[in-house]
């Protein structure tokens, strides 16, 4: 490729990524001033947490895998960079920026490996603060931050933390939420890929379970006070939940799973491909689930949600959406999830930039500051 235009790595790593990276390629892609290099750390690497997604989304195949998989956090993100190090210092054509996403343990790691190289990173949806410092992601959030070039701001609280650190006005630019632009171009698909009636159930009528924060599945006896949540909610309409790996692994070991299996009107699942589980969020009643992208999500459908945080780094979702944070307060939960149940919902505002066309801005600016010249 000696002569094409400069190259910039694109990093996925694990599954809420996958969403984020699919309409920044395609956008990239047409406009046409930059190369494109898809990178798979490896960080997830199950068919269902990664595979189905690239699929889904109509992803191409990695171009670089690094092949990392699980492991305790220092050493999953030391792998990470060693691998991107690696790659980075042999990639040929070499890499021009590299666009990382979100906040896992791939976004701080390849950031890192890059900066340390002198290669420009862009940080797409920066900004983000939930201000607890035990959450992994916080970390990751921080770390990125400090170091990208570029922050690609996703929510309107994300330019005001950054102003607050200190960072340079020149850093920062407000471009929107990519994870919208893929609801936008999914949500038909969705809708249509039958997923309600795969679960038995019909819109507009059941609850839609996601967990998977350390916080809420690690400690057996939190475990079981959300499952007391869960059961209490089956009795009132079907829950449909599928399981996380780390969630399943957590249940498992506990012998809570057995619990589960005893709640008739609990339908538990593998994890969900992206169509399915969007759709089966857009009929929900009601989604209760402790995820960043799915309280985003939900604000956008317009679909009561009910976070299981005692904070969150999207508060746009609360102040112009149908998000209410009930903290570790699971009676709040439960009074949140009935007022739900029984149609008392709030109407969602608009929100700067979640339109679509985040990604076609993203672009625009990566094409100016590190694409070839237009003549
Ligand atoms: C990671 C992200 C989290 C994100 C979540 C979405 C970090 C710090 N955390 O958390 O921000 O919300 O992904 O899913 O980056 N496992 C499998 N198959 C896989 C991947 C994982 O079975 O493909 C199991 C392994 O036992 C692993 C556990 O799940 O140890 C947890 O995976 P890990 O990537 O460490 O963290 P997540 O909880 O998935």
Known sequence: MAGGPPIVDLVAG?????????????????????????????????????????????????????????????????????????????????????????????????????????????????????????????????????????????????EENLRLEGIAEDRIRYVGNVMIDTLVRELPAARECGAATTHGVEAGSYAYITLHRPSNVDDPERLSAVLSLLERLAERVPVVFPVHPRTRARLEASGLDRRLDSSPGMRRCAPLSYRESLGLMAGARVVVTDSG?????????????????????????????????????????????????????????????????????????????YGTPVD
């Open 14 to 158: 694990a599954r809420p990524n996958f969403m984020k990276v699919a309409p920044v390629l395609r956008a990239l892609e047409a406009a046409g001033r930059l190369g494109t290099r898809l990178v798979h750390t490896g960080q997830h690497y199950d068919d269902d947490m990664s595979g189905v997604f690239l699929r889904d989304l109509g992803i191409r195949q990695p171009d670089v895998s690094l092949g990392v998989g699980s492991a305790s956090h220092g050493r999953q993100t030391a792998r990470i960079l060693e691998a991107y190090e690696e790659h980075l210092l042999s990639a040929s054509p070499p890499t021009r920026v590299v666009v990382v996403v979100g906040d896992v343990n791939s976004t701080a790691a390849c950031t890192l490996a890059a900066v340390k190289l002198g290669i420009p990173v862009a940080h797409v949806e920066a900004g983000l603060r939930s201000f607890d410092r035990t959450m992994p992601e916080e970390v990751n959030r921080v770390v990125t931050d400090a170091l990208a070039d570029l922050l690609l701001v996703s929510e309107p609280a994300g």
């Open 293 to 369: 992208g799915v309280q985003e999500e939900t604000t956008f459908l317009g679909v009561p949600c009910v976070t299981l945080r005692p904070n969150t780094e999207r508060p746009v979702t609360e102040r112009l959406g149908t998000n209410t944070v009930v903290g570790s307060d699971l009676e709040k939960a439960w009074t949140v999830t009935v007022e739900a149940l029984d149609g008392r919902t709030r109407e969602p505002q608009p929100i700067p930039g979640w339109d679509g066309r985040a990604a076609e801005r993203i672009a625009e600016v990566l094409a100016s500051r």
